[in-house]
């Protein structure tokens, strides 16, 4: 597999709340993909992301991987036990101090491993999946305008404009406990994998994206088109995304 992480302040924005990172780890038994993209808020929105993220890779690197060994039948314990971890350390920070009362951040990862890729998230920040049937999310956002389109009280598009779009309902460090969703999906040779923040969903046309993956160019050229089309649109908001082409 091949990636590139990008991570842009957008046009209005004083600082960059959002924070993403990506490994390859090279085993005895395959190589494994380990990537996180977090949009931090409210109070130093920029530190509970970067924790988030550096703490999540670290914990998941430590725990799935053992002694040569990968414990792929154990993940979803894994990945619960990783998000309850990150949860603690930045809600223990939030009440440190009152300058960091109340931060809290969006989490995505994504994990690839033989073939198969595992998502979980909690709030808005997205993963999507562009493979032969189609460009398709992956995970559901926490959020209000997410319920009022469950409920068919409005319509995906009035979502995008809805005045509490930006209002999530699930964050990483808000409170003492966090709920996470986990996805599992088989993926296969070019395939393309996004993590993203709602810099680029909120202000960018899912079939915009989808026609930026599909042109015949790397990932660090589609990383900076997808940056450059969220700019042009809006920019009113800090724009991250992890693009992975599975080989």
């Known amino acids: 597999m091949i990636y590139n992480c990008a991570s842009h302040i957008g046009k209005v924005r004083k600082n960059n709340e959002d924070y993403c990172k990506g490994e390859i780890i090279d085993t005895d038994f395959g190589s494994v993909g380990i990537f996180a993209l977090a949009d931090g808020g409210h109070n130093k929105g920029e530190v509970a992301s970067k924790l988030a993220v550096e703490n999540i890779i670290e914990f998941l690197k430590e725990n799935l991987l053992q002694s040569s060994n990968i414990k792929i039948d154990y993940i979803d314990d894994i990945i619960k036990q990783a998000y309850h971890n990150v949860n603690n350390i930045i809600y223990e920070k939030s009440m440190s101090s009152l300058e960091f009362e109340g931060m ?135 724009i991250s995304v992890i693009l992975i082409e599975e080989k």
């Open 104 to 238: 809290g951040t969006t989490l995505v990862i994504a994990i690839i491993y033989k073939n198969n890729l595992y998502v979980a998230n909690v709030g808005d920040s997205r993963c999507y999946l562009l493979n032969e049937n189609g460009f398709n999310k992956i995970t559901i956002d926490h959020s209000v305008v997410e319920e009022l389109v469950k409920a068919n009280i409005i319509t995906e598009e009035e979502a995008k404009t809805h005045p509490r779009r930006n209002h999530i309902t699930r964050a990483i460090g808000t409170d003492e406990m966090v709920i996470v969703d986990i996805f599992k999906k088989q993926i296969d040779a070019g395939n393309k994998i996004l993590l993203t923040s709602d810099g680029l969903t909120g202000f960018v046309d899912d079939n915009t994206i989808k026609d930026t993956l599909l042109k015949d160019e790397d990932v660090n050229d589609l990383t900076k088109e997808l940056i450059n089309t969220a700019n042009d649109v809006s920019g009113r908001d800090n």
